[in-house]
């Protein structure tokens, strides 16, 4: 079973960056596209970044231009550059396939503050 864990936030002020981890068990074989999903307090789970096997990659129009979605299939991680973070992005940070139904992980705080 694919195990996912995610790592790397923290509390950041509005301007700053951050570059979150998600160690994906076994390899990246059986996964088409990987992304990550973000949930804030009252509000639905929402994708924000994915990206193919084949490197092609998809944002959110809240956080295009400023995050950018990578993977390294040696570590068989993937990661999200946040920069120029806004209050509005915190929320619970989660990584997951796109097309796949695997089981959630814990996910990671981010916090920006004003």
């Known amino acids: 079973q694919v195990q996912l864990v995610e790592s790397g936030g923290g509390l950041v002020q509005a301007g700053g960056s951050l570059r979150l981890s998600c160690a994906v068990s076994g390899s990246f074989f059986s996964i088409n596209a990987m992304g990550w999903y973000r949930q804030a307090p009252g509000k639905q789970r929402e994708l924000v970044a994915s990206?193919?096997?084949?490197?092609?990659?998809n944002y959110a129009d809240s956080v295009k231009d400023r995050f950018t979605i990578s993977r390294d299939n040696a570590k068989n991680t993937v990661y999200l550059q946040m920069n120029s973070l806004k209050p509005e992005d915190t929320a619970v940070y989660y990584c997951n396939a796109v097309y796949s139904n695997y089981r959630w992980g814990q996910g990671t705080q981010v916090t920006v503050s004003s």
């Open positions: 990206i193919t096997s084949g490197g092609r990659r």
